[in-house]
């Protein structure tokens, strides 16, 4: 028995997920991606984390993840501020073969408690944005990276640049050329970060 879900942040980095994880790039219809989990403590701090909330006419890349049942435990636990969202599967398309994924298929969406823009008590960690960024990179390149930017609302959230203290528990170290583009990328797209 296993369980199929749709990451579309941090669960796109395969690095943040177990070894024995089989992992598919595609698109999720009807759903945006946005910065609006405010009030997340990590480490005593308030923090910003993503969510997404559905709509029409709007499509976000992602990766359809599928591992062992006796894993839901554990994926439950680290994403403890959301509900499960089940029946996607026909809203997902691979990006190889088109196909659509199965019934059974879930998502994250944010608890309602937990749902709001972040702020500067909540801000954006730049750890958080790298690791997700990375995944984006590893499977799609710098389209994918441009995408993630575009089709996320939210970046009037300010950034935390603890890069080189990260707080967020997943962190990863980026290539210079990754960490350049990401930076400019952002850059480019106006967001702010906290002084």
């Known amino acids: 028995m296993t369980i199929s879900y749709f990451g579309y942040g941090s669960l796109v980095n395969v690095a943040t997920l177990p070894d024995h994880a089989e ?3 595609g698109t999720l219809d ?14 005593g701090h308030g ?20 591992e062992p049942r006796d894993g839901l435990e554990r994926l439950e636990r680290r994403e403890h501020m959301y509900d499960k969202v089940d029946g996607i599967g026909e809203r997902f398309r691979c990006d190889a ?11 994250f969406r944010a608890k309602p408690r937990y749902y709001g823009w972040g702020d500067a008590e909540n801000p954006i960690l730049q750890s958080y944005v790298d690791c ?8 799609w390149g710098e389209e994918g990276v441009r995408h993630f930017i575009e ?13 080189d203290s990260p707080r967020y528990p997943r962190a990863i170290v980026l290539s210079d050329s990754l ?9 480019d797209h106006g967001v702010a970060y906290l002084p």
């Not at 969510?51 to 599928?66: E, F, H, L």
């Not at 073969?97 to 998502?107: E, T």
């Not at 997700?132 to 499977?139: C, E, I, N, T, W």
């Not at 089709?151 to 890069?163: S, Y």
Request: glycine share 10%.
């Open 151 to 163: 089709t996320t609302e939210g970046w009037h959230v300010p950034i935390l640049a603890d890069r």
């Open 179 to 187: 960490r350049e583009l990401i930076d400019d990328l952002l850059a």
């Open 97 to 107: 073969q088109g196909a659509s994924g199965p019934n059974d298929m879930f998502l």
């Open 132 to 139: 997700v960024l990375k995944g984006f990179h590893d499977f």
């Open 23 to 25: 992992v598919t790039p």
């Open 47 to 66: 923090v910003c984390s993503l969510c997404v909330v559905p709509r029409d006419g709007v499509a976000i890349r992602g990766v359809m993840a599928r």
């Open 30 to 43: 009807g759903w945006v991606r946005q910065w609006s989990i405010a009030g997340r403590e990590i480490e």
